[in-house]
């Protein structure tokens, strides 16, 4: 916690402990966290985590400290070596669930370095990017919906419009955020008509009146929305809407009048 910039230290420290560690460690750590501090720290009794039910038990117990939306650092250095698996579950629930934002997950690296230097710190945070984007696959993949995959392109071409500005406006890496823009705007425009046309599809089979002209945020995909519904409402073998009671009679021609 010192090596924390200033208006990165936290104004709440609520650490894990077990029934072994309120003995031994707990003491010395809080007395160490209020002189750096400033802040006493909390402490959330929890189990050993040996069994199924007492894992449950400590996810429920951890997340229910922290309220929805704030900002969280998490540091995994100490306590039993399968904790940092339940920390890693509890910062995927977190964030994706919770609406928690995660400033840092560090892990202070005590083995494999020489005694004479310190032990670097690693930030853990890359680990948490590849679930969301099995999880965006996985949503396209079943569903046909591309908008989370677009949502998780956004903060890539951000990083790289602020790196290539940072290296005197490089070209290249402008042109590469310029294509992963247009990549994201393809996919939220499929992912925009694929939605319409579903209600559309949805509205025609039970006799309802669609207005897809009237949802179309943008005049761009009108016609991305049109044909989507079109061919969503009239592909070979799709099965007739059933007639509805409301429905007007169809009238005869004049030539089945004079039949």
Known sequence: MRLLPERERP??????????????????FREETQQILGVVPEAASIPDGRTPDELREILEHVAGQLPPGCDLSLDVTQGLRHFPFIVYALALYLTSLRGVRLRGAYYGMLEGTPPDQPGPIIDLRPLLEPPEWFHAVRVFRDQGIALPIARLIRPVIDGLRRTAQARN?????????????????ALERQSFAYGVGCR??????????????RVCPAPSQAAVCRWSCRWLTSWPGRPKRPRSANRRPRKASGRQRSR
């Open 11 to 28: 104004d709440r420290v609520l650490a894990m402990v077990t029934a072994g560690a309120e003995k031994n460690t707990w003491p010395e």
């Open 169 to 185: 406006n490089d070209a290249a890496l402008h042109r590469q955020a310029s294509e992963l823009e247009k990549a994201a705007v």
């Open 200 to 213: 559309w599809s949805w509205a025609r089979w039970h006799g309802r009146s669609p207005t897809p002209f």
